[in-house]
């Protein structure tokens, strides 16, 4: 018959350190959705950046592929959640994080698509207009329409936002490297032409999302190969 | 309770995997956890397959801190003798 030997009180607290060891190590994401918004956006950066530079377009909005990402977002987030057989007390806390971010993303585009045309109402019915000026006079004046210049830095500043805190929470280098850099780049892209600051948002999406998308991805399928 | 003390809540298979108890054996300490008031089960089915979830209360959280407190004090007492 077995008998139960009593644990001394040193293996006791060697187990509760051990128990504990093992569950923050437990977590893994599986990268699919930092894979999936890295790719994305990464893509959609560079290819505007093409297009102004070399004066090209597809026939459509290339930043279309970002607003369809949503629905395969969507389903990773639902199979993740069947999946996830432990939840940390960060995660719902990370999950609001991530979604007031997408949600911020969206209120800048809308802010981008109405505050132009807005403003040329406001202005027009103040009875004045905005006008291209050559301080050498070698053209005539034009009237141009109301932009928010360089707006596309704000977008890299609200990248590096949810990422460096995430990083910051799960102890993850790659993306508190990830967000610190992309601060970096928001400064930088401060100092550029709109071109480049597509440019720079597409570096800030590969270092935020898409490579740290790759480590998780391969921490997550090497976990997987040692539990089977 | 040491497992799940680091985390919000944790589905029995999980605690089973990471501690290498047995089913049934698991199932009698998780019993006995949930008398005691230290810890919360839920159970339901997710895509017709019963899933037990576990997390502890915050009774059970103060009696692990009482636990570990009158742990260290022992062992503390022990290197100054």
Redesign the interface.
Same mark, same amino acid.
Request: no cysteine; net charge negative; hydrophobic share 45%.
């Given at each position: 018959m077995n008998q139960e030997t009593p644990m001394t009180e040193q293996e006791s607290l060697d187990l509760i350190t051990n128990m504990i060891q093992k569950a923050k190590s437990s977590y893994h994401d599986t990268g699919i959705g930092s894979l999936l918004w890295g790719t994305v956006v990464t893509v959609a950066s560079v290819v505007t950046y093409f297009q102004r530079t070399y004066d090209f377009s597809f026939g459509f909005d290339i930043w279309l592929i970002v607003l369809a990402a949503i629905i395969p977002q969507i389903f990773i987030s639902v199979q993740e959640k069947k999946s996830n057989k432990v939840k940390q007390y960060e995660d719902d806390a990370l999950n609001a994080i991530w979604l007031v971010f997408g949600i911020t993303i969206f209120g800048l585009n809308i802010y981008q698509m109405i505050v132009p045309d807005v403003t040329n109402a406001f202005i027009k019915q103040e009875g004045w207009q905005l006008t291209k000026h050559y301080l050498n006079n070698s053209k005539a004046d034009e009237p141009i329409n109301a932009f928010t210049p360089s707006i596309y830095s704000l977008f890299i500043l609200i990248y590096a936002f949810p990422t460096l805190v995430t990083g910051i929470v799960k102890k993850f280098k790659p993306m508190l490297y990830g967000g610190v850099i992309t601060y970096g780049l928001f400064i930088g892209s401060c100092f550029t032409i709109t071109e480049y600051d597509f440019l720079l948002g597409g570096v800030a999406a590969l270092i935020c999302w898409f490579i740290p998308g790759v480590i998780l991805r391969r921490k997550y399928l090497a976990q997987q190969k040692a539990n089977v | 309770m040491?497992?799940?003390?680091? *985390? %919000? $809540?944790? $589905?029995f =298979?999980?605690i089973k $995997? %990471? =501690?290498n108890a047995t089913a049934g054996n698991l199932s009698v300490q998780v019993q006995k956890l949930k008398e005691a008031g230290y810890i919360d089960v839920t159970k339901q089915f997710?895509?017709n397959y019963p899933q037990t979830t576990c997390k502890v209360t915050p009774e059970g959280v103060k009696a692990f801190e009482a636990y *570990?407190k009158a742990?260290?004090a022992?062992?503390q007492v022990?290197k100054n003798n």
């Open positions: - | 040491s497992l799940l003390i680091s *985390v %919000k $809540e944790a $589905e =298979t999980f $995997e %990471k =501690t997710v895509d *570990v742990l260290q022992y062992l022990g």
